[in-house]
């Protein structure tokens, strides 16, 4: 298991046809040796998995990964005035560079954004499970 952080663009889309790099995400998570989460590192540090939504002419979002059921995982902001934002499927997915993952917001639309970065998480990657 090695800590990971990882960056989500905006793929592209009706609105941006280039997709954007200035509307993503920032994520750390563990990930086991093909690329999934690690629930068991999960389980034992949820509190460094952590989550920054970054969007053009809006203030960042910080937030965490939270796994609140089965197989449900949410983007959740702490400042209390932004909603959480479903990943569906997000243990299920390989975080490699050049895959794609598909953010829920709160209103019900839906994001496509393509993994640019996996890399060692600063700090974190040394953590033993």
């Known amino acids: 298991m090695t800590w990971m952080r990882m960056r989500f663009e ?31 590192a999960y389980r034992k540090a949820p509190e460094l998995c952590t989550v920054r939504r970054f969007w053009r002419d809006e203030d960042d979002r910080v937030g965490a990964v939270r ?29 490699r560079e050049g895959e794609y993952v598909t953010v829920r917001e709160a209103e019900g639309a839906e994001h496509a954004f393509r993994i640019i970065i996996v890399e060692p998480a600063p700090g974190l990657a040394a953590q033993k499970s």
């Open 10 to 40: 905006l793929a592209r889309s009706n609105e941006f046809p280039e997709g954007s790099n200035r509307h993503g995400y920032e994520i750390i998570l563990p990930l086991d040796g093909e690329g999934k989460i690690d629930r068991a």
């Open 67 to 95: 796994h609140v059921g089965h197989d449900r995982w949410l983007f959740a902001f702490h400042d209390g005035t932004f909603e959480d934002e479903t990943v569906p499927h997000l243990a299920a997915h390989v975080f």
